[in-house]
C-alpha cells in the first residue's frame, strides 16, 4: 500500500516573497531616533552615534545575507532594544551562517580600533566617542549568550540542531542578562533577558513537539518541499495537540487557514545545514573571535586617554 493512499498529499507551500521594504527600514531608525532623544535630548551626538554604528552592524548581516541568496532579507530597528536583520534560506551552509553572524560585529571591532588609535593619535574628541560605541556594542555582541552574535557562533559551531543543549543554553543566557540587568540596574537589559525567558518557553513547546516526533520517528530536518505526505500529517497533529490554537485552522477549510497550517508545520522543521567547514576553519572562526572580544580591551587598557577624560 503506497504512502499516498494512507496519508492524503500535503499542501503546497506557498513562500512569501517579500523584497527589502527600505521604506520601513527607515521609518523604524527615525521612531528608533526619536525615542531615544524622549529620554537623551542633552546627549544628541550619543544618539546619532548609536544609530550610525547599529547601521554599518546591521548592513554587515545583510550585505552577507544578500551575498549567498537569503530570502525575504529586512533590517529592522527596535526602539531601546537594538536592530537586526532577518533572512531565511531552505538549506543552510554551515561556512555562510558563520559569515553572517561574524559580517557585523567583526567589521565594526576593527573600524573602532582603528578610529580609536587614530582619535588618540590626533586627539579628536567626537571621535573618541564615536569609536567607543563601535567598540562596546560589536564586543558586546560576541558573548557567547543567544541571541547575540557570539551566541549563534557557538550554536553554528557546537550544538548546531541539538534542540535539548539549544534550550538549556538559551535558559543560561536568559538568566545571566536578567541577572546583569539587575546588577548594572539597567530595566533595558533587564527587560530583554526577561523577552528570552519568553523565547525560552516557546523553545520549551518546541522542543517536547520534536521529541513526540522523534518518538514516531518522523524526520523534521529536512525541507518542506522534501518533507513526507507521513510526516507532515504527524507533524499537524502534534501541532493540534501541543497548540491549541492550531486546531481553528485544522477546522477552517479556507485556502488561507490551509497556508498558515502549513506555514506552522515549515516552522517546526528544522533546516538542514551543511557542514562546509573544517577543523582548521573551525580554528580560525574561534580565533577571529578571540581577537574580536580581546582587541577592545587590549586597546582600553593601553591607550592614552587622561586628556579626554580632563576635557570633559
Request: hydrophobic fraction near 50%.
Amino acid at each position: 500500500m503506497s504512502e499516498h493512499s494512507l496519508y492524503p498529499e500535503k499542501p503546497q507551500l506557498v513562500k512569501r516573497h517579500e523584497k527589502s521594504n527600505w521604506a520601513l527600514t527607515v521609518f523604524t531608525i527615525v521612531l528608533f531616533i526619536a525615542v531615544f532623544l524622549s529620554f537623551y535630548s542633552e546627549r544628541a551626538d550619543f544618539v546619532f552615534a548609536l544609530v550610525f554604528v547599529l547601521l554599518i552592524h546591521e548592513i554587515g548581516h545583510y550585505f552577507f545575507m544578500k551575498r549567498f541568496k537569503y530570502e525575504n532579507v529586512k533590517m529592522l530597528f527596535i526602539p531601546m532594544m537594538g536592530a537586526f536583520v532577518q533572512g531565511s534560506k531552505d538549506i543552510y551552509s554551515q561556512r555562510e551562517k558563520l559569515l553572517v553572524a561574524l559580517g557585523g560585529p567583526i567589521p565594526g571591532i576593527f573600524l573602532g580600533s582603528a578610529g580609536l588609535v587614530i582619535a588618540v593619535y590626533f586627539q579628536v574628541h567626537w571621535l573618541v566617542l564615536l569609536s567607543f560605541i563601535f567598540l562596546f556594542l560589536n564586543a558586546v555582541n560576541l558573548l557567547p549568550l543567544d541571541p547575540l552574535d557570539g551566541g549563534q557562533l557557538l550554536k553554528i559551531l557546537f550544538i548546531r540542531q541539538q534542540d535539548w543543549y539549544g534550550l538549556i543554553f538559551a535558559l543560561i543566557s536568559s538568566l545571566i542578562l536578567i541577572g546583569l540587568g539587575f546588577t548594572m540596574n539597567d530595566w533595558l537589559v533587564t527587560g530583554f533577558g526577561f523577552l528570552m525567558g519568553i523565547r525560552v518557553r516557546a523553545m520549551q513547546v518546541n522542543y517536547k513537539m520534536r521529541k513526540s516526533l522523534q518518538e514516531r520517528e518522523v524526520n523534521y530536518c529536512v525541507t518542506y518541499q522534501n518533507l513526507s505526505n507521513r510526516d507532515y500529517h504527524i507533524i499537524k497533529e502534534t501541532l493540534i495537540e501541543h497548540r491549541s490554537i492550531v486546531a481553528t485552522y485544522a477546522d477552517n477549510s479556507s485556502e488561507e487557514s490551509e497556508q498558515i497550517l502549513v506555514h506552522l508545520v515549515a516552522d517546526l522543521l528544522v533546516p538542514p545545514m551543511l557542514e562546509d567547514i573544517s577543523r582548521f576553519g573551525k580554528g580560525a572562526v574561534v580565533l577571529i573571535w578571540l581577537i574580536g572580544l580581546g582587541l577592545p580591551v587590549y586597546l582600553l587598557l593601553t591607550v592614552d586617554l587622561n586628556w579626554y577624560f580632563a576635557a570633559l
